[in-house]
């Protein structure tokens, strides 16, 4: 079965930039989904289509594609911003949607 | 203003049936996917299946393929996961949400609140 790979864990200091990659076969042909998930909440959209910022998301989050990688990068990373995230995609047929397996980030 | 509310959480024993819902708002009901997510104690992500209420066009994960049922009922705007035996790796957090565009490799931009099923002997 297609996966999306996600490092567990990322760790950062208030102000610096946090960059998240997932990886997957298919995300040449296929968007990626950015989810930020806070304990004891549900999934936040933070990036659509590879780069697209849903209103209401601040300018700090930006998304990334290079071949079979998308990046999540957080300028300016602030305390506020550590959570779960979670890529999203959907294999090459664009049968089945897949979650990776998610990326701690902490702020240091 | 888009809302999607869950039915409360469940305490449930081995063997049991269980039907959790997700009641729509604020948009054609009819008109977007809506999709299952389970979340497992301390884990990510998994994706279920979706429906989309229209047609009740059904697609399910390879791993939750018989496993679940999903379905929906337009006439008051709630989607439904039922499981027929629960085990107590059942045990999560699911979420419905819905698909912001017609295909379902679309985001979900809307979210459920979760229902937490907790299933034990």
């Known amino acids: 079965s297609y996966e999306l790979t996600q490092p567990p864990s990322v760790s950062v200091s208030p102000g610096q930039t946090a960059r998240i990659t997932c990886s997957g076969d298919?995300?040449?042909?296929?968007?990626a989904y950015w989810y930020q998930q806070k304990p004891g909440q549900a999934p936040v959209l933070v990036i659509y289509?590879?780069?697209e910022r849903p209103s209401g998301i601040p300018e700090r989050f930006s998304g990334s594609s290079s071949g079979t990688t998308v990046t999540l990068t957080i300028s300016g990373v602030q305390a506020e911003d550590e959570a779960d995230y979670y890529c999203?995609?959907?294999?090459?047929?664009?049968?089945?949607?897949?979650f990776g397996g998610g990326t701690k980030l902490t702020v240091l | 203003e888009v809302q999607l509310v869950q039915s409360g959480a469940e305490v449930k024993k081995p063997g049991e049936s269980l039907k959790i819902s997700c009641k729509s708002s604020?948009?054609?009901?009819?008109?977007?996917?809506i999709g299952w997510v389970r979340q497992m104690p301390g884990k990510g992500l998994e994706w279920m299946g979706i429906?989309?209420?229209?047609?009740?066009?059904?697609r399910y994960s390879p791993s939750f393929q018989g496993q679940v049922t999903i379905s929906a009922d337009k006439s008051i705007s709630t989607a439904y996961l039922q499981w027929n035996s629960l085990k107590a790796s059942d045990t999560a957090t699911y979420y419905c949400?819905?698909?912001?565009?017609?295909?379902?490799?679309?985001?979900?931009?809307?979210w459920g609140q979760g229902t937490l099923v907790s299933v034990s002997s």
């Open positions: 949400a819905r698909q912001s565009g017609v295909v379902i490799t679309t985001d979900f931009d809307y």
């Open positions: 604020g948009y054609s009901f009819t008109s977007y996917w």
């Open positions: 429906i989309y209420p229209g047609d009740s066009d059904t």
């Open positions: 298919a995300l040449p042909k296929q968007y």
């Open positions: 289509k590879d780069n």
């Open positions: 999203q995609s959907a294999d090459i047929s664009g049968t089945y949607v897949v």
